[in-house]
């Protein structure tokens, strides 16, 4: 069902499916074009199994629109909270590009039971509050700006199960940068790296949802991730 959240004078436009038990997905979509149906062939096949999420439109984004300029990692992390005060928590939390971000850190104060990164986008420390604009920018393209990224330390003392999904082929998030992220999670309860040849970095669960060899193994994955 969709839904409208209030946040700082604006509506988040939501996509709230309860599932049939207690597991929750929060889903988090990515920066430039991303909104909440990026994650729609997920969730419809979580749902098939009862497993109910919420997804949302960042400000900037989707049917929520508004204007990015202004915000950033730590307003997109609080529209998230927003989002889950008015839904319920989540148990597992997925997040996509710059989401994948939100979703580290996020996972530090809901803690999750299990953890999906997609395409992680990670970045410095200091780029979490810098509104997005000609700063953010020249801070991020800074390089190997990430390595300087809080969500290492996070991921280190994750105890959750960590799916990390990346872009054989992505032309925006250095391979690295996944392999380190999982790599990290050395007190997860699980943990597993999908890195699919040659993939580009947009569109990339769509694409494995799509491929007959993909998505089974994409949807074990995510499956176990919930068990």
């Known amino acids: 069902m969709s839904i409208e959240v209030r946040y700082a004078g604006q509506r988040l436009h939501v996509d709230h499916r309860p599932g049939d038990g207690d597991a929750h997905l929060l889903a988090i979509h990515g920066a430039g074009d991303g909104h909440l149906g990026v994650f729609a062939g997920v969730r419809q096949a979580l749902w098939q199994r009862g497993i109910g999420s919420t997804a949302f439109d960042c400000i900037g984004h989707g049917v929520t629109g508004g204007v990015k300029q202004g915000s950033s990692l730590r307003e997109r992390e609080a529209q998230a909270r927003a989002v889950i005060e008015a839904t319920r928590r989540p148990t597992a939390i997925i997040g996509a590009s710059m989401g994948a ?127």
């Open 101 to 227: 971000y939100n979703a580290v850190r996020l996972s530090e104060t809901c803690q999750p039971s299990a953890l999906v990164l997609v395409v992680p986008g990670i970045y410095h420390a200091d780029a979490h509050a810098v509104p997005f604009g000609p700063a953010f920018s020249a801070l991020i393209r800074q390089p190997r700006s990430w390595d300087g990224s809080d969500a290492w330390g996070i991921l280190s003392r994750y105890r959750g199960r960590l799916l990390v999904i990346a872009a054989g082929g992505d032309e925006v998030v250095p391979l690295e940068i996944p392999r380190r992220l999982y790599d990290e999670a050395v007190n997860a309860q699980w943990r597993s790296l999908l890195v699919v040849p040659g993939a580009p970095h947009k569109g990339l669960l769509e694409r494995m949802l799509g491929d007959r060899e993909w998505r089974p193994r994409l949807l074990e994955r995510l499956f176990h991730a919930f068990d």
